[in-house]
């Protein structure tokens, strides 16, 4: 892979959208992607859509512990090995499917794993500071929304 160039050409994007995800064989997936040549490697979580064909309603708590558990990744691997990070947000399984979590019933569930990301962690301040920005009195993000 080394000599054929394609590190020199492309970055590579390791997809896991699941709360527990491994956090140690992600860290040693990035190192044989650098010891290949790769620069840089993305990462791609998801703030709504992952967790069932059909999910109507998001768990928000699902996703936030997806991006602290990416969050330790990055923290764990080497200097400048992340590029950046991709918040998909997926509607549909595929064409045949049924639409899953509408955007604006993950609206919460955006706010929170973007400010995860931006402070690097999660606490009672960065949630009051999103139910500020939502207008929102009380964000659950270990059961449903009501």
Same mark, same amino acid.
């Given at each position: 892979? %080394?000599?054929?160039? *394609?590190?020199?050409?492309?970055?590579? #994007? =390791?997809? /896991?959208?699941?709360?527990?995800l491994?956090?140690?064989?992600?860290?040693?997936? =990035?190192?044989?992607y650098h010891?290949?040549? !790769?620069?840089?490697? @993305?990462?791609? %979580?998801?703030f709504?859509?992952?967790?069932?064909?059909?999910q109507?309603?998001? &768990?928000?708590?699902?996703?936030?512990?997806?991006? &602290?558990?990416?969050l330790?990744?990055?923290? %764990? %691997?080497?200097?400048?090995?992340?590029?950046?990070?991709?918040?998909?947000? @997926?509607q549909? $399984?595929?064409? !045949?499917? *049924?639409?899953?979590?509408?955007?604006?019933?993950?609206?919460?569930?955006?706010?929170?794993?973007?400010?995860?990301?931006?402070?690097?962690? $999660?606490?009672?301040?960065?949630?009051?500071?999103?139910?500020?920005?939502?207008? #929102?009195?009380?964000?659950?993000? /270990?059961?449903? #929304?009501?």
């Amino acid at each position: 892979l %080394s000599e054929s160039g *394609v590190p020199q050409l492309v970055q590579p #994007m =390791i997809w /896991d959208y699941t709360a527990d995800l491994d956090v140690e064989g992600k860290v040693h997936l =990035i190192e044989k992607y650098h010891r290949c040549g !790769f620069s840089k490697v @993305w990462f791609a %979580s998801a703030f709504k859509g992952a967790t069932g064909v059909n999910q109507s309603l998001t &768990l928000i708590g699902h996703h936030l512990k997806n991006h &602290l558990q990416w969050l330790k990744v990055a923290s %764990s %691997s080497p200097a400048d090995a992340l590029e950046g990070i991709a918040l998909t947000g @997926w509607q549909r $399984y595929d064409h !045949f499917s *049924v639409l899953c979590e509408l955007l604006p019933v993950a609206i919460p569930s955006l706010a929170v794993c973007l400010q995860a990301l931006k402070n690097g962690g $999660y606490s009672e301040k960065i949630k009051e500071n999103v139910e500020k920005l939502l207008g #929102m009195s009380n964000l659950e993000t /270990d059961t449903f #929304m009501r």
